[in-house]
């Protein structure tokens, strides 16, 4: 399972990669759903990892050699880039951008993905309203 699971995941990634190569212009409808449903299951994931592994099990492997410092420097900068994206958006929709960052700087992917969850929500709602 330690190697099926990656392998999978960075296998959807590329699916999901191609698949956003096809669709021009802006997410369909519903699809904050999706990205609520990701940071529920990423969230589910990452508590079972806490329960096994500990509160700071991750941090043994990001100072273990320079690899793991690599994957964390990588995981850094890519969060960095995706909250300096969505911060202006997400300031235009009335979000609360100090909770929003606490929220990422405790969780990762689970606070940035439902950050987008509901910035693609509000979008949605106000289309249609």
């Given at each position: 399972m330690?190697?099926?699971?990656?392998?999978?995941?960075?296998?959807?990634?590329?699916?999901?990669?191609?698949?956003?190569?096809?669709?021009?212009?802006?997410?369909?409808?519903?699809?904050?759903?999706?990205?609520?449903?990701?940071?529920?299951?990423?969230?589910?994931?990452?508590?079972?990892?806490?329960?096994?592994?500990?509160?700071?099990?991750?941090?043994?492997?990001?100072?273990?050699?320079?690899?793991?410092q690599?994957i964390?420097?990588?995981?850094?900068?890519?969060?960095?880039?995706?909250?300096?994206?969505?911060?202006?958006?997400?300031?235009?929709?009335?979000?609360?951008?100090?909770?929003?960052?606490?929220?990422?700087?405790?969780?990762?992917?689970?606070?940035?993905?439902?950050?987008?969850?509901?910035?693609?929500?509000?979008?949605?709602?106000?289309?249609?309203?």
């Open positions: 330690n190697a099926l699971l990656p392998a999978a995941a960075g296998l959807g990634f590329v699916l999901f990669g191609l698949w956003t190569l096809q669709r021009p212009g802006p997410a369909p409808a519903g699809a904050w759903r999706v990205a609520a449903a990701l940071s529920l299951l990423f969230l589910a994931f990452s508590l079972w990892a806490v329960w096994r592994e500990g509160p700071l099990g991750f941090w043994p492997e990001h100072t273990r050699n320079l690899w793991g690599q964390w420097f990588d995981l850094l900068l890519a969060a960095g880039t995706a909250w300096a994206a969505l911060l202006p958006q997400a300031r235009a929709a009335g979000m609360r951008p100090g909770f929003w960052l606490l929220a990422v700087v405790c969780s990762g992917s689970i606070g940035l993905l439902a950050m987008l969850a509901r910035l693609l929500y509000l979008r949605e709602r106000s289309a249609r309203g």
